[in-house]
């Protein structure tokens, strides 16, 4: 599972991760429960339906497959799976009995969705394996993700039997489970490192298992460190020479212009570091991120995919 405040790249952490994990001829699960079809813009895709939909080849043969939850589609499928109810559930669906239940209970709307990740890391094919070699969810915001995957425990403590406190210890058994981890994207700016520290905590007194924090969008310290770290900035001789040297006309509009762009560098630099330490600090792993200056494509997140398996740490490939 993959989360993060809004605009850390949660969703982009998220394909590129499906894609690592795919490399070498594997199976992978991409499942969006948010609505907001993020993950078909990033393969140009006008939507991705409630069905698996193949989006993506990883190097050596694997395969990407993704899929929006939507929770009247869910509810539909819950009531065939478990009470046998199906032109009982189509008529509640025509006079909008569904839709109203998830929106006077918004709760009901998480335990669909964890309902159906839990029911694809279950899924055997024909031969009696998993179908799924692995499932990576984008997952709500930090700020919203320990009572997200907790809806299951109040489920079951409310339900004391039947199809319903089943499926949510069910799926409370693939949450709580080693082999599933929740994973953090933060860039290094106070709000979203503070938001990731809290949610670490959360996530710890919960007992939920935490992964790592994808460090994303980390910009590359280009100006030598003397300048960082003595303050005096970039004189107008010194950047009038370089412009020289590389045979620009360096007009006074220019050489103001890379003057606070150095300068504006040196701040962003100063911020990483600072919020880098807070981080560091943390009792996870870190995955740094480059910042990709030309936008996500599918060659960047390839390149994300690849900066990903270099640096995943040892039993997490």
Known sequence: MVSGKGGTGKTTVAT????????GGRRVLLLEVEGRQGIAQLFGLESIPYEQTHVAVAPHGGDVYALSVDPEAAMLEYLRMFYNIKRGGTALKKVGAIDFATTIAPGLRDVLVTGKAGESVRRRNRSGDLEWDAVVMDAPPTGRITRFLNVNDEVKDLARMGPIKNQAESVMRVIK????????????????VQETLDGI?????????????????????????????????????????GLEAAGLAATPGLVASLQQEASDHR?????????RERLDAAPVPLIDLPYLPSGVDLRGIAHLARTIREQAPRGRR
Do not use: C, K, Y
């Open 267 to 275: 701040s962003r630099v100063l911020l990483q570091r600072a919020e």
């Open 16 to 23: 590129a991760l499906a894609v690592a994990l795919a490399e």
């Open 201 to 241: 905590a959360e996530l710890e007194v919960q007992g939920l298992p935490i992964g790592a924090v994808f460090v994303n969008m980390l910009q590359e310290e280009t100006l030598p460190e003397q300048f960082i770290t003595d303050g005096t900035g970039l004189g107008a001789e010194q950047v009038s020479a």
């Open 177 to 192: 489970s080693p082999e599933t981890a929740i994973h953090l994207v933060s860039i290094l700016e106070e709000m979203p």
